[in-house]
């Protein structure tokens, strides 16, 4: 394997990592801090600003005409829809229940692929995504009966799996006309736009009492922008330049456990709130089917990739 393909690799594990402790860092912030339009809004527009500054430095800013409505596209479903479905379901339900939802997206991944690419499924691919799916579809429900969860929180961080998962597979064309760093700053300038317009983003931020925030709520904020938002997205970008969408999408199920890992770390040194007791080992039981189905998907999707 050539080394750029090892990088693109490391570079896909690292995301999962900056994105499992950053499922509990942002729960820390909401809503006693900011709501999650507000906080959404934060985190699409520094990351812009990071975006445009190194993409003006490398002078790799043209587009094609007909490539903006792809760009627009990936913008709705890669950076709008998700990050809303994202933190408004975050803010319903439990950090651990969000790494969990976000390994679905292999899945979603292989679904969309017969739909868009037409990629023919296999029985072995369609067992994965029958089993993972029977996961999920529990978990949702047993969230409806845990403190702290709710069934609609659930559903938000599906269908945020889903709308991520239609951003890999539009996404992937675009990585061959043009560099990562274009890309994906014209995806989240198209973003933010919605973002903006979304009915209580304006509001919610003029409400906002930034000054009353102490320090540790300054940090947890600048980690999301900078390391779960602008570092995330430029790696995972990368990654989708050297590997296939399926293969990318396929180490998000890292997170479940890198989420509980950082539960009990944090826990531990006391940097958020102690979400151990979300931990239950039916809820281990159902990421251990979507888990299951996940792999099966994947083996499927790798032979054809």
């Given at each position: 394997m050539k080394d750029t393909h090892y990088r693109a690799h490391?570079?896909?594990?690292?995301?999962?990592?900056?994105?499992?402790?950053?499922?509990?860092?942002?729960?820390?912030?909401?809503?006693?801090?900011l709501t999650p339009s507000v906080f959404i809004f934060l985190r699409v527009s520094g990351a812009v600003v990071f975006f445009w500054t190194v993409c003006l430095l490398l002078r790799k800013t043209q587009i094609k005409k007909q490539d903006i409505p792809r760009f627009i596209l990936c913008g709705i479903f890669g950076v709008a829809m998700n990050q809303l479905f994202f933190f408004h379901g975050l803010n319903l339900s439990s950090s651990i229940n969000s790494g969990i939802i976000m390994s679905m997206n292999p899945i979603m991944v292989a679904i969309l692929s017969f739909f868009i690419l037409k990629e023919q499924p296999s029985v072995l691919r369609i067992s994965g995504i029958i089993i993972g799916a029977t996961g999920a579809v529990l978990l949702t429900l047993q969230g409806s009966s845990q403190a702290g969860e709710s069934m609609l929180g659930d559903l938000f961080l599906f269908i945020?799996?889903?709308?991520?998962?239609?951003?890999?597979?539009?996404?992937?064309?675009?990585?061959?006309?043009?560099?990562?760093?274009?890309?994906?700053?014209?995806?989240?300038?198209?973003?933010?736009?919605?973002?903006?317009?979304?009915?209580?983003?304006?509001?919610?931020?003029?409400?906002?009492?930034?000054?009353?925030?102490?320090?540790?709520?300054?940090?947890?904020?600048?980690?999301?922008?900078?390391g779960v938002t602008f570092l995330t997205y430029l790696l995972t970008i990368y990654g989708l330049k050297y590997l296939s969408p399926t293969i990318s999408s396929s180490y998000i199920y890292f997170q479940p456990v890198l989420v509980v890992i950082f539960a009990f770390l944090f826990s531990y040194l006391n940097w958020s709130a102690d979400y151990t007791d979300t931990i239950t080992l039916k809820k281990m039981a159902f990421m251990l089917l979507i888990f299951t189905g996940v792999y099966l998907t994947s083996r499927s999707s790798n032979k054809s990739v």
């Open positions: 490391l570079a896909l594990f690292f995301v999962n990592v900056l994105y499992g402790a950053g499922h509990l860092i942002a729960k820390g912030v909401m809503p006693a801090f945020n799996a889903i709308c991520y998962a239609f951003y890999l597979v539009l996404v992937k064309p675009l990585m061959t006309k043009y560099a990562p760093i274009t890309v994906i700053t014209w995806v989240f300038t198209f973003g933010l736009c919605f973002v903006c317009i979304f009915p209580s983003t304006i509001p919610d931020l003029m409400a906002t009492n930034f000054l009353s925030f102490p320090l540790e709520i300054y940090l947890k904020i600048t980690y999301i922008v900078i």
